[in-house]
């Protein structure tokens, strides 16, 4: 069983940056594909990054590719999200999820995901 939780949202500008954090726990965490997902109001659930157990290998939405990057610390267990020069269409909920998927794969955000965290909210507005 594993346990993920998310911090780092919070109302930003648009042009500006946060980073998110999720930290996983529970035996076995490391071996996990970790991802990104967000939710709009109104709006279906999105993929936005993900990146291998070993950190070597990324892959990105369409829509953020260039503005985010996703990282991992493998000593703290902890998955990060840099997000740049933010839009108000990058205002949602966000979501790490961890699974066994393949990373460069263009289905990665289709399925695959065994544990979820909780969320924590974007909000991007003048």
């Known amino acids: 069983q594993l346990q993920l939780v998310e911090s780092g949202g919070g109302l930003v500008q648009p042009g500006g940056s946060l980073r998110l954090s999720c930290a996983a726990s529970g035996f076995g965490s490391e071996y996990y594909v970790i991802a990104w997902f967000r939710q709009a109001p109104g709006k279906e659930r999105e993929g936005v990054s993900c990146i291998s157990s070993s950190g070597a290998t990324t892959n990105y939405a369409a829509s953020v590719k260039g503005r985010f990057t996703i990282t991992r610390d493998k000593a703290k267990n902890t998955v990060y999200l840099q997000m740049n020069s933010l839009k108000p269409e990058d205002t949602a909920v966000y979501y790490c999820?961890?699974?066994?998927?393949?990373?460069?794969?263009?289905?990665?955000?289709?399925?695959?995901?065994?544990?979820w965290g909780q969320g924590t909210q974007v909000t991007v507005s003048s």
């Open positions: 999820a961890a699974g066994h998927v393949v990373v460069p794969s263009a289905d990665w955000a289709s399925s695959g995901y065994s544990y």
